[in-house]
């Protein structure tokens, strides 16, 4: 979910054509598969999202996941950037070729990898696969890593209703889609309900696709970000990979508040000059749902279908690395008393 810089992507490109290469010629056999992991020579790889390793973000997170995994097991692993303007069979000979090579379980960073996922799974059905944000897959051998995003962005609108001062707070979404009106539905319905309806939401999509850089373009962002402060908003929450580095830094140069996504933003050394305008971060733990799958492989019991991760199970929540935000009792308090209505099921929270 971000603008890789020129050489990265060159890297990017040197490392896909090498998997391409060697994925050429095969069959749709997985003895190379089985083998190499009965030996233990190799285990998990991940293949990234737009915007690969380093957005601070989405995919940083599923890294994060693959380093406890390649330390605890002491295993290769592999992970691979994209490349721009990539189709899904470009996606489905990545990760072919990581089955091929031995590595398992293999998987796709994004929704975007539903098609190459569904279709590489059915080439080796001895090697499990992952995909991270889609439950479409249907698959023995896969296992749909989602998470209630929602519920992690009702509790940062509730931050924001409780941190604004002009009434007013901004959403900017990465790419127009239905994982990202998630986001936007779960904020919305936690501002609406702490201020009673007297916070404004201004919402804004930055593109319809993901190949329009929506999730990629941290300038697309910081202008997104910046006409949302000179309407007012004093709090801007972005979902939008990369894109939302922008809208951290306008938040910064406009003395407002922004709440990071995915990974607890305030932490990340990329944004370190920023974070003092980081109030909080709606996260979600793909770290430990990569690692998790990792594990079940391991131990010889593969996940597989539907794996949700949600405010009960601690997958998704609020950061509290600020110390302001620690100190505010009012955010504190409010939401707190909100993650236990949702948790009990008093709140249900949109999803749309």
């Given at each position: 979910m971000r603008r890789v810089p020129r050489i990265a992507l060159a890297g990017a490109a040197t490392a896909s054509l090498a998997l391409a290469l060697t994925a050429c010629g095969g069959t749709s056999s997985d003895s190379s598969s089985s083998s190499a992991s009965k030996g233990g020579a190799k285990g998990l790889a991940i293949a990234y999202d737009v915007g690969g390793k380093g957005d601070q973000s989405f995919n940083d997170a599923a890294f994060k996941g693959l380093e406890?995994?390649?330390?605890?097991?002491?295993?290769?692993?592999?992970?691979?950037?994209?490349?721009?303007?990539?189709?899904?069979?470009?996606?489905?000979?990545?990760?072919?070729?990581?089955?091929?090579?031995?590595?398992?379980?293999?998987?796709?960073?994004?929704?975007?990898?539903?098609?190459?996922v569904k279709e590489a799974?059915?080439?080796?059905?001895?090697?499990?696969?992952?995909?991270?944000?889609?439950?479409?897959?249907?698959?023995?051998?896969?296992?749909?890593?989602?998470?209630?995003?929602?519920?992690?962005?009702?509790?940062?609108?509730?931050?924001?209703?409780?941190a604004t001062k002009t009434n007013t707070v901004g959403f900017v979404g990465g790419v127009d889609v239905p994982l990202i009106h998630k986001f936007e539905a779960g904020f919305e319905q936690g501002v609406k309900d702490t201020s009673g309806g007297k916070v404004k939401v201004l919402s804004q999509y930055l593109t319809q696709t993901a190949q329009e850089g929506g999730f990629s373009s941290p300038d697309k962002g910081k202008t997104a970000a910046e006409g949302q402060i000179e309407k007012?908003?004093?709090?801007?929450?972005?979902?939008?990979?990369?894109?939302?580095?922008?809208?951290?830094?306008?938040?910064?140069?406009?003395?407002?508040?922004?709440?990071?996504?995915?990974?607890?933003?305030?932490?990340?050394?990329?944004?370190?000059?920023?974070?003092?305008?980081?109030?909080?971060?709606?996260?979600?733990?793909?770290?430990?749902?990569?690692?998790?799958?990792?594990?079940?492989?391991?131990?010889?019991?593969?996940?597989?279908?539907?794996?949700?991760?949600?405010?009960?199970?601690?997958?998704?929540?609020?950061?509290?690395?600020?110390?302001?935000?620690?100190?505010?009792?009012?955010?504190?308090?409010?939401v707190k008393a909100a993650k236990e209505k949702i948790i009990s099921g008093e709140i249900k929270v949109k999803t749309s």
């Amino acid at each position: 979910m971000r603008r890789v810089p020129r050489i990265a992507l060159a890297g990017a490109a040197t490392a896909s054509l090498a998997l391409a290469l060697t994925a050429c010629g095969g069959t749709s056999s997985d003895s190379s598969s089985s083998s190499a992991s009965k030996g233990g020579a190799k285990g998990l790889a991940i293949a990234y999202d737009v915007g690969g390793k380093g957005d601070q973000s989405f995919n940083d997170a599923a890294f994060k996941g693959l380093e406890q995994a390649k330390s605890e097991f002491k295993y290769k692993t592999a992970d691979v950037e994209p490349t721009e303007g990539e189709t899904d069979a470009d996606k489905t000979q990545r990760l072919v070729s990581l089955a091929k090579q031995g590595y398992n379980p293999v998987i796709g960073i994004g929704y975007a990898y539903g098609p190459a996922v569904k279709e590489a799974a059915a080439k080796f059905p001895n090697t499990t696969f992952g995909i991270v944000d889609d439950s479409t897959v249907e698959s023995k051998n896969v296992a749909d890593l989602v998470f209630s995003e929602q519920e992690a962005s009702y509790l940062a609108g509730v931050a924001a209703a409780k941190a604004t001062k002009t009434n007013t707070v901004g959403f900017v979404g990465g790419v127009d889609v239905p994982l990202i009106h998630k986001f936007e539905a779960g904020f919305e319905q936690g501002v609406k309900d702490t201020s009673g309806g007297k916070v404004k939401v201004l919402s804004q999509y930055l593109t319809q696709t993901a190949q329009e850089g929506g999730f990629s373009s941290p300038d697309k962002g910081k202008t997104a970000a910046e006409g949302q402060i000179e309407k007012k908003a004093d709090v801007v929450y972005a979902a939008a990979g990369l894109s939302g580095q922008g809208v951290i830094e306008a938040a910064s140069a406009g003395k407002v508040w922004a709440i990071g996504v995915d990974s607890d933003q305030y932490k990340q050394e990329a944004l370190a000059k920023y974070k003092d305008s980081i109030l909080t971060s709606a996260t979600k733990d793909v770290a430990k749902a990569v690692y998790n799958l990792a594990k079940s492989v391991k131990d010889g019991k593969p996940e597989s279908g539907i794996v949700r991760g949600d405010l009960k199970s601690g997958e998704v929540g609020l950061a509290d690395s600020n110390p302001v935000y620690q100190s505010n009792t009012a955010i504190q308090d409010a939401v707190k008393a909100a993650k236990e209505k949702i948790i009990s099921g008093e709140i249900k929270v949109k999803t749309s």
